[in-house]
């Protein structure tokens, strides 16, 4: 999900980044002269085009503005959208997808089924530089196109007539038509892409989408506006006229403008509860807590000198405190990660005993021998660089991060902050020691938790970490067809990374929200999701 603010990606729910409030545009009009929601959203999005998104800034407008072959409602089943129907091969290796007619682009053209192939085919391409590749590994041929290895001709998409969309897998893939929901499966118009290279730099006629919604304006750094869109096939049954979204940075800030009608949801994927305003809102009986398959989780640059020692990782990560941390800092119901993948996946339901929390003893026996190895004499000479993209929240987390460190081991901490855009960039590049990062499931499975780190390049490893048992298990994984053995492949492969610790879990998180009562149908799903087609402003009568 990427990397939220991914998946996500990868804020978080109860932890996204805000900036000051601006004023609207002329275009944004009052909810009661027709359907308008109002929103706001914690940072820029870094970007609009579906095949380079990684995070949830991002996918919050793409998921609404382009709609992939399939979508999935807010129980998790597995919904027709630009597909109306598709049939699967009894080996689970070929889908073959029949596009809907009356399926039109933003600019009138019919959306058809070369469109898809194209974009999936432009994610592989080595030259588009995705970092989210690697979620469509699925296709049979589309890791060795993606590694320069292979031809583009070899994967395995194929557009047999305008109406009809070829796919073949290069192992069954029980989630595959999960898959087909995310954004980086979403098709793009070709002659656009082809012909612009900025196409997805703005709003305006060049942003050709297919979905309910198009993006009519962006002020950058200021708002963004969704409108209805005419050319969708189920426009008729679309209420929101408008979706008004302010960028705010400061969460304290977005809290005061919900508190005073002016925005009417706080929640992923959008703003977030500050944590300063959960107690209120609790009190109130006004705050709404969901699962939510994602992590909070604190990623470790293991070709940093200092990171590169597993026993100063282990020591780092065995010497924090989790509960104190979601009882007396997030407060939401989070529950303490002391593993890699949340229990709202299916086989991780249960704790599987990597570690204690808050094992201090322990910890200072990993970092007595990390100092040695290191050549150091005593904690203090070690200072760790914890870096987060600007929030309160984040930077309360830190803090607590870095006190337990001081007070535990000795070891000092310091803490920087750069803006989202930014901070992805600098992860990306691996210019930092610890950096934290939340991340949402792309779909409900363990394996969205682990197949980014199956290689160093994988695009949201973000640690250059790589270990060849965890690379083995996870492709063993891959091709296991029986439920049970994959979830224990899977279960090791989540073992493995823990005896090394590339990153530190710190908490499961909750999706927080709160709401005004004539927003209807909002809700989000386990991954974090809201589909603004089902959204409704009542009339209050």
């Known amino acids: 999900m990427k990397k939220f603010l991914k998946k996500v990606v990868i804020l978080g729910a109860a932890l996204l980044a805000f900036g000051p409030v601006t004023s609207l545009s002329t275009a944004m009009v009052s909810a009661q002269e027709e359907q308008v929601l109002n929103l706001a959203i ?24 382009f709609e992939g072959l399939t979508a999935m409602d807010n129980e998790g089943e597995i919904l027709p959208a630009a597909a109306e129907s598709w049939e699967v091969s009894e080996d689970g290796l070929t889908y073959t997808f029949k596009l809907r007619e009356g399926n039109t682009w933003s600019n009138g053209d019919p959306v058809k089924a070369s469109d898809f192939e194209y974009a999936w085919k432009r994610v592989l391409n080595p030259e588009t530089a995705s970092q989210y590749a690697s979620i469509l590994y699925v296709l049979e041929g589309a890791e060795a196109y993606n590694a320069g290895e292979g031809e583009a001709d070899a994967v395995g998409v194929t557009a047999v007539d305008d109406s009809t969309l070829e796919v073949k897998l290069a192992n069954p893939t029980s989630y595959f038509l999960e898959l087909t929901a995310f954004y980086t499966y979403m098709p793009v118009h070709q002659a656009t892409v082809e012909a612009d290279a900025d196409w997805a730099l703005d709003a305006g006629d060049a942003y050709v989408t297919n979905g309910p919604f198009s993006l009519s304006e962006w002020a950058h750094s200021s708002h963004y506006v969704l409108v209805k869109s005419d050319s969708y096939w189920d426009t008729e049954n679309v209420s ?89 800092v997030t407060k939401g119901g989070q529950l303490p990660a002391l ?203």
């Not at 914690?42 to 503005?65: C, F, H, M, R, Y």
């Not at 002016?262 to 709404?288: F, H, K, M, Q």
């Not at 053995?485 to 927080?512: C, S």
Request: no cysteine.
């Open 240 to 328: 929101l006229d408008t979706v008004n979204v302010q960028i705010i940075e400061a969460e304290s800030t977005a809290n005061a403008e919900f508190q005073a009608g002016g925005i009417d949801y706080l929640g992923a994927p959008y703003s977030t509860v500050s944590l300063d305003a959960i107690d209120l809102y609790r009190a109130n009986d006004e705050l709404n807590v969901a699962p939510y398959a994602a992590i909070y989780w604190y990623k470790l640059n293991t070709t940093d000198e200092v990171m590169s020692n597993v026993n100063i990782r282990k020591a780092l990560a065995l010497a924090v405190d989790r509960q104190a941390l979601v009882d007396n």
């Open 339 to 541: 593993g890699l993948v949340p229990p709202t996946s299916a086989g991780f339901e249960e704790d599987r005993g990597y570690m204690a929390d808050a094992d201090y003893e322990l910890a200072k026996e990993y970092l007595a021998a990390g100092l040695e190895e290191l050549g150091l004499a005593d904690p203090s000479e070690l200072t760790i660089n914890i870096s987060i993209n600007t929030s309160e929240a984040h930077s309360t987390i830190a803090q607590f991060i870095q006190e337990g460190w001081a007070q535990n081991l000795g070891i000092n901490a310091a803490i920087d902050n750069t803006e989202w855009q930014v901070y992805l960039e600098r992860l990306n590049v691996l210019d930092f020691q610890a950096a934290r990062m939340g991340w949402i499931a792309d779909f409900n499975d363990a394996s969205s938790f682990l197949d980014m780190y199956r290689t160093a390049d994988s695009g949201n490893n973000d640690t250059g970490w790589e270990n060849e048992e965890f690379k083995s298990l996870i492709d063993e994984a891959a091709a296991e067809q029986d439920v049970d053995a994959r979830t224990d492949l899977l279960v090791q492969a989540e073992a493995v990374m823990m005896e090394d610790m590339p990153v530190i879990p710190l908490y499961y998180y909750t999706n927080l929200f709160v709401i005004h009562d004539h927003v209807e149908n909002m809700a989000p799903d386990a991954l974090g999701n809201i589909n603004l087609k089902d959204v409704s402003i009542s009339s209050g009568e």
């Open 42 to 65: 914690g940072s820029e999005p870094p970007t609009i085009d579906p095949a380079l998104a990684t995070d949830s800034t991002s996918g919050a407008i793409i998921k609404n503005v």
